[in-house]
């Protein structure tokens, strides 16, 4: 491995353990403990390829203060959601950029998530649509076990229905293509918004999956990637619960 090669992995490893930090003193800690375990692998990557035992020692020790802060998240973590009292906070601010589903969304995917829930009441209208299916794209990458989504929404004017349902059933032949079953149901009442995974997380977003802004244009930048898309305001509200209620 070139010192080019080690030096990278290093500067890459201070920025996603700062990062950690930011996220830890913050409160967000399932966030920052799935950082702090990435950034302690590339410190790991980086003292396989160290040769000097000065060096190394100063890494070992780097890497045990992060494990230990990691483990005391990981037990702290645990037991709120033991006790039910998991919650978590996260403003988005007008205009930010960084907050991709795959960005908000990766710290509650786990490997054994199978099951999603989806309550919208604006997945209708063309640019929403095609949010639900950027979500859905994002649990086919971050997570190969997952074998159904249900999505409960409203729908709107005559046109829209036509728009929609023919969207939607697009989409559910696709996924099913994947392995994937999308079942959708149609709600008149439907207010809340919230996403409910069934290794227990739920996430409650004030705006729903439409938080991201309109791009000046198809050629700007934050048009394909989302984590340079500008956001509106919104809040996100976290949770774990034991008991995933269906629809």
Aim: overall charge neutral.
């Amino acid at each position: 491995m070139t010192d080019n090669h080690v030096s990278g992995m290093e500067t890459s490893a201070v920025s996603v353990l700062k990062r950690a930090v930011e996220l830890d003193q913050s409160g967000r800690f399932q966030e920052a403990l799935v950082c702090y375990q990435e950034g302690i692998q590339l410190l790991i990557d980086v003292l396989k390829a160290l040769k000097d035992e000065s060096k190394r020692g100063h890494y070992r020790d780097k890497i045990k203060g992060y494990m230990d802060r990691a483990e005391q998240i990981k037990a702290h973590v645990n037991q709120l959601k033991e006790d039910g009292k998991y919650h978590e906070q996260i403003k988005i601010p007008e205009d930010a950029t960084g907050y991709s589903y795959e960005t908000l969304f990766k710290p509650y995917i786990s490997s054994t998530l199978s099951e999603v829930w989806v309550e919208d009441p604006y997945i209708r209208h063309t640019h929403q649509l095609y949010n639900f299916v950027r979500f859905c794209e994002m649990l086919l990458k971050t997570c190969s076990k997952v074998k159904m989504i249900h999505l409960l929404t409203s729908q709107g004017e005559q046109a829209d229905n036509t728009q929609q349902s023919s969207a939607l059933s697009e989409l559910r032949d696709s996924l099913g293509g994947q392995g994937v079953t999308l079942d959708v149901q149609y709600s008149s009442t439907i207010h809340d918004r919230e996403i409910r995974f069934d290794n227990g997380w739920m996430i409650k977003i004030g705006r729903g999956l439409d938080y991201f802004k309109k791009p000046k244009g198809r050629f700007s930048i934050g048009y394909c990637d989302y984590d340079l898309r500008c956001c509106h305001e919104t809040s996100v509200e976290i949770f774990h619960t034991k008991h995933t209620k269906t629809l």
